[in-house]
């Protein structure tokens, strides 16, 4: 029997996961191998994070060969080919002149990254006073302070009290469950203009010159896979525009390839200031964030430097895993894949064929009150319990676990977000096996 005492896991229920713990000790394609020799369906790609499938050789071969040649090196004041050559990769395939690539080594380092090259922008323009931010409800932006304070899911923020950042302001949330509950590979069409808000209260309550940037996912995806009502980031863009306010995305989920092409920005036709990624990048092998930035930004902060010394640092930010090297080398072999394999144009096919899945089998089921599917993912609501939020999402999930297959728990939503090679067959027994789990769930 596995010993699991010492370990304290990440947004866990840990209390019942080492009654029932759920181990992997090994995985291969679209599988996992647990360790009492069960085979699980890893109907999340491992968190949105592996497009390519488990254990792809191409990409393990990368590695193996970059620790055979250069292992890692120092972050500052000098650097790698290989993080040259991935910042170039990314750079070419990012939409626009987003063109300059910081990297990290996580989502909530991108967020933060993000966030303080907004502060360092404004300043160096000579408007050190725009310091607010506003994300949105339901947003997720990784754990860090900057992130947990845009962020806007309340389990996540109500315990850090004052921790949180001063002068942060919220979006409202961009769910209409009486209207657009069920949507399927679209995205819904509001008569109500959401952003009428940011315009007509937000901006005027901090005044516009105070306003650093707007942080948003694309996609809410944390909160379970909430798709914004039709022309909503176009018009966000126009009003970030108009007030000089910097626009964020937040890609870490909706990155390489989850919605049928490279980027949100791509599929939603909006290039912003600032692009975060950190998922699907490395195929989840080797942990890597980043910080796509236009390049008018990296120019304003070389610009504000012009008379400073040779050996003044304009951004005084990295981390020292920035780049490193192996991630590098799994980076590039993970979006040679996606580029030989055409898998981002695989997700865009599959998205359809999983949509189409999930609103077949699961509309009308009981306690169902919502589906929503968009790219290659989908989620499902579940009305909880009085007092009970996220209940019958989690007995779900530990049910669907029990009969071999992976999926998400978020609040009240259960969500698939398979990797990009899944098959129509592997798509069928997802779903299949979420509509038994639901049928059963009290
Ligand atoms: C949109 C978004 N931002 C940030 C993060 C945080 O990433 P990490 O867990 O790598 O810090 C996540 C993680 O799921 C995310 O979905």
Known sequence: MLNTDAHWLPFTPNRSFHQDPRIFVAAEGMHFTTHDGRQVLDGISSLWCVGAGHKRREINEAIKQQLDTLDYSTAFSASNDKAAETA????????????????????????????????????????????VFIGRERGYHGVGFGGMSVG????????????????????????????HAYYNGVEPVWQEDLLLELENRIIPLHDASNIAAVIVEPVAGSAGWYVPPQ?????????????????????????????GVPFGAD?????????????CVTNGVIPMGGVICRSALYENLMLAHANSPAHAIEFAHGYTYSGHPVACAAAIATLNVYRDEQLFARAAEMGKMLGDAMHSALTGLPHVS?????????????????????????????????????????????????????????IERMVGTLAEAIRRVR
């Open 88 to 131: 170039q990769r990314i750079a070419e395939l990012a939409p626009g002149d987003l063109n300059k690539v910081l990297f990290c080594t996580s989502g909530s380092e991108a967020v933060d990254t993000a966030m303080k090259l907004a502060l360092a922008h404004h300043r160096a323009r000579g408007e050190g006073h725009r310091n």
């Open 267 to 279: 599929y939603f036709g909006v290039v912003p200031d600032m692009l975060t990624f950190a998922k």
């Open 370 to 426: 919502s589906i929503r599917t968009l790219g290659l993912a989908g989620a499902v609501e579940l009305a909880s319990p009085v007092g009970q939020a996220g209940k019958r999402a989690y007995d779900v999930f530990i049910d669907c676990f029990h009969r071999g297959v992976m999926v998400r728990n978020a609040g009240d939503n259960v969500v698939l977000a398979p990797a990009y090679v899944v098959t129509k067959a592997q």
């Open 152 to 179: 806007g899911i309340p389990g996540n923020r109500k315990v850090f009290g004052t921790a949180m950042l001063p002068r942060v302001d919220h979006l409202r949330f961009i769910h209409d469950p009486l209207n």
């Open 231 to 259: 022309g909503y980031l176009k018009r966000l863009r126009e009003i970030c525009d108009k007030h000089n306010i910097l626009l964020i995305f937040d890609e870490v989920i909706t990155g390489f390839g989850r919605l």
